[in-house]
């Protein structure tokens, strides 16, 4: 018998059995404070700015003037609504990559009526344009949804592909409407006459997807904690195979599901194109889509938690924009920023959830 | 006795806050047929792992033939002589036999299949196994494809064999052919350990019977000075009654009528074949027959989760009415608005009848949910209920919000039972009820289906252990290859005749 006399592995895995939630929240603070202090390193190495006040510029930055807080609202807002709208979707285990697309074709519909319907009274195109930008979404949501439930294709695929779709269409109607002729943008719609913007109140165009956003997060935390509807949802979330045997209709749940994510992306485009930038491009959905699957994964779907993380991921960028033009780093620099201090929250999940056993050590079970 | 070749001193594992083995010090001797004896949880499967490589201990010391070893991976065990066939196993389906056994396997000059297949036809001839070492995973039986496990650790040079609840999926006449390679094996010298928690094997086969009791080794008895209420007393550490009590029918009902079931699965396999039997209120229907071989379909059809094919029955009679419904084409839900009362409680407990994320309370609620107009759902029913079955059952759990997922096996099972009893059925259906249960529990578990009885109810009761459906049972339906191969009388019927009527149909053999 070959006796293999081997030294203990240097470090072994364990599984922890749940945390007490103080001490989460404390690992979570901590890996944010790692994640600066990593950061504050990376720029002295290769900048050799002072870590502090490149800090502080990103905290001007983003806060600095009204102008500033109301722009990084507008930046969280957008996120956060998208968030909320994945979270259904992502709860039942339904994997919308989509989302990016669904907010184009919700800002696209919005675009359209900011065109063609400027002569209705404006709370009637108000109205118009909230009801299109969320059917419009919804069908864009919907195709997959059908598919995934009679057929049972690959959802993250189809939801992927169907953004390709909707950039397309995006740059068709880019074409059609493009003024002035020969620029290849939309321009400020209806510019002098702000028919369909947002009106201003409390000195801000935003404050109405401010107010939009808080009330769509307390609804989808009802919705998804207290109603039937949400109960099905953690169901066919779970196992199909139970919901089927507690006799919910998996299918329709899908379909249901995903029309509601659907049409809060395209109430997103909407918010982004009516409430914001007042023009449509390509880049009006700008990779939010994508983002805001991390808020909602992140956030684990908690509303509350989805508002925190999206203030931290606007924040982050608009505070990044600032070091960039401020410090003379490009916008790169900003970008590895908010990299690393992702990478470390995300980071901070595995350590909640297993602990490291070095040789040698003694202790056993700690809690 | 000769030399222990396995100590063990002080060995402690555990996983979270759950000690699994604590302090566990143990001798295995060489050439011995070691019976590793413990009910479910109690430790057995996590301790030969860590001989085995899976699992790396927190503490203690592992001696192998007389050395100090650190067992890290399978490798290292591998290198110490130890392999052991997992319960679940662990093959390529669509490699042959000789491929399966060199898998893995690294050698710069790669592997002569031929030769491979000439080593596994010695090592069948010398243990007497049947094996073609041609033939692919996929066409293979369960039994067949154990039998490719041992025949792949004693390929790789394992001297001490470590079988996990190696009987589980075997028929009593695959478990007898088992157990005569076993004892070759034991001629040849080697070493076998096998884990159970089946009395009447451990008295079979071993020499020696070592006993894990909630992750603590109690103590090692030879088996001939044993008995099995002496090991059961020890296993869980007080006097049981070992007897299953069988009320006599009384005031026998129609409930359910199936004519005719057949049906195919998702891989388009014919799984029921022409399927036919009656169930009675007041009367323990049992179903025997080799796992796998349409249980879950019959089950499924009933509940209305089975697509099946034209010509089927299945008719419900109701005990309040007497109407007549018949059941196919309809989804659950409609099931339920019919006002029939199906109870059901599936194999897959945390996969189909629970949601392993949600409390007791919420799971209360899975079935009937949806009642009501309200869009919100009643939190205050299913808590009641929760909290009643939590005390009825002594469920141990920390709270009826905690994740149905983290209580053990068989807790997870009362809140199942529980609440499919709680709903007051006409039929209950129960697909391997004690499944992985410790003895209490099980015991909990027949007396529950015999209340039901009592009161009326048809209890349908699939099962894998013989012994316990003779006992409980009051009909037992044979199941082979999706056909009803006989029903027997459960007061009268012998072991040996299920066991020949779950491998053949019409007196011709099931492949």
Known sequence: MAGAVKKEPFVRLAKRDGMPGFK?????????????????????????????????????????????????????????????????????????????????????????????????PPVALFAVMLVGSMIAGALWGLLPAVFKAK????????????????????????????????????????????????????????FISVVLVLLLAVLMFVYLKF????????????????????????????????????????????????????????????????????????????????????????????????????????????????????????????????????????????? | MSEAVISLRNVTKSFGDVLANDNVSMDIYKGEILSLLGENGSGK?????????????????????????????????????????????????????????????????????????????????????????EKKVYDMSVSEKQTLEIIKV????????????????????????????????????????IITHKLHEVLAISDRVAILRKGAYIDAVATRDATQEKLTEMMVGEKVELNIDRPEVKDKKLRLKVEHLSCYNTDGLQVLNDVSFDAYGGEILGIAGVSGNGQKELLESVAGLQNTMPGSRISYYSPEDGKEHELLGLTPKKIRQLGVHLSFVPEDRLGMGLVGSMGMSENMMLKDYSEGHSIFTDKKKPKALAEQILKDLKVVTPGISTPVRRLSGGNVQKVLVGREIAASPAVLMTAYAVRGLDINTSYTIYRLLNEQKSAGVAVIYVGEDLDVLMELCDRILVLCGGRVSGILDGRTARKEEIGRMMTTYAGKENS
């Open chain 2, 154 to 193: 004693i390929y790789r040079g394992a001297d001490i064999l470590i079988l996990d609840e190696p009987t589980a999926v075997l028929t009593p006449q695959e478990t007898e052919r088992l157990f005569d390679v076993v004892r070759n094996m034991k001629k040849d010298g080697k070493t076998v350990v």
């Open chain 2, 45 to 133: 499967t996590t301790l030969m792992n860590m001989l085995s490589g899976i699992y790396y201990p927190d503490h203690g010391t592992i001696t192998v033939g007389g050395k100090e070893v650190n067992i890290r991976d399978p490798k290292d065990a591998f290198a110490c002589g130890i392999g052991m066939v997992h319960q679940h196993f662990k093959l390529v389906d669509v490699f042959s036999a000789a491929q399966n056994v060199v898998v893995g396997i690294k050698r710069k000059d790669g592997f002569d299949l031929r030769a491979v297949s000439q080593e596994i036809r010695k090592i069948c001839d010398k243990y007497g196994f049947v094996m073609d070492p």
């Open chain 1, 24 to 120: 989460k929240i404390t690992i979570r603070l901590l890996s944010l404070i790692i994640a600066l202090i990593v950061c504050g390193l990376l720029i002295f190495a290769i900048t050799k700015l002072n870590p502090l006040e490149v800090y502080s510029t990103m905290i001007t930055g983003a806060f600095g003037t009204k102008t500033r807080i109301w722009s990084t609202i507008k930046e969280m807002t957008m996120l956060a609504c998208i968030a909320i709208g994945l979270a259904p979707a992502f709860k039942m285990r339904f994997w919308n990559i989509g989302a990016e697309g669904q907010v184009l074709i919700g800002g696209i519909v919005t675009a359209g009526c900011m065109i063609y319907l400027k002569a209705l």
């Open chain 1, 227 to 367: 109603t039937k509807h949400g109960y099905e949802i953690s169901v066919v979330g779970e196992s199909e195979n139970t919901a089927r045997y507690a006799g919910i209709s998996v299918g329709w749940v899908i379909i249901r599901t995903m029309l509601l994510s659907g049409a809060l992306c395209g109430l997103a485009g909407f918010m982004a194109v009516a409430g914001a930038s007042h023009t449509i491009s390509t880049s009006t959905a700008g990779g939010r889509g994508f983002t805001a699957i991390i808020v909602a994964w992140l956030a684990k779907f908690d509303s509350a938690t989805m508002l925190l993380i999206s203030l931290l991921l606007a924040f982050l960028q608009s505070g990044a924009g600032e070091i960039a033009s401020k410090c003379k780093l490009n916008s790169y620099a900003s970008e590895m920023i908010t990299g690393i201090i992702l990478f470390f929250i995300l980071g901070s999940e595995f350590f909640i959830n297993y602990r490291l056993i070095f040789r040698g050590a003694k202790e056993k079970g700690e809690g």
């Open chain 1, 151 to 206: 057929w049972n294709t690959n959802e993250t695929l189809f939801t992927l592909m169907m953004n390709y779709v909707a950039i397309q269409l995006t740059s068709f109607f880019v074409a059609k409407w493009e003024n002035p002729y020969g620029s290849n943008t939309v321009g400020i719609i209806n510019q002098k006459t702000q028919e369909g913007w947002f009106p201003a109140v409390m000195e801000s165009r935003y």
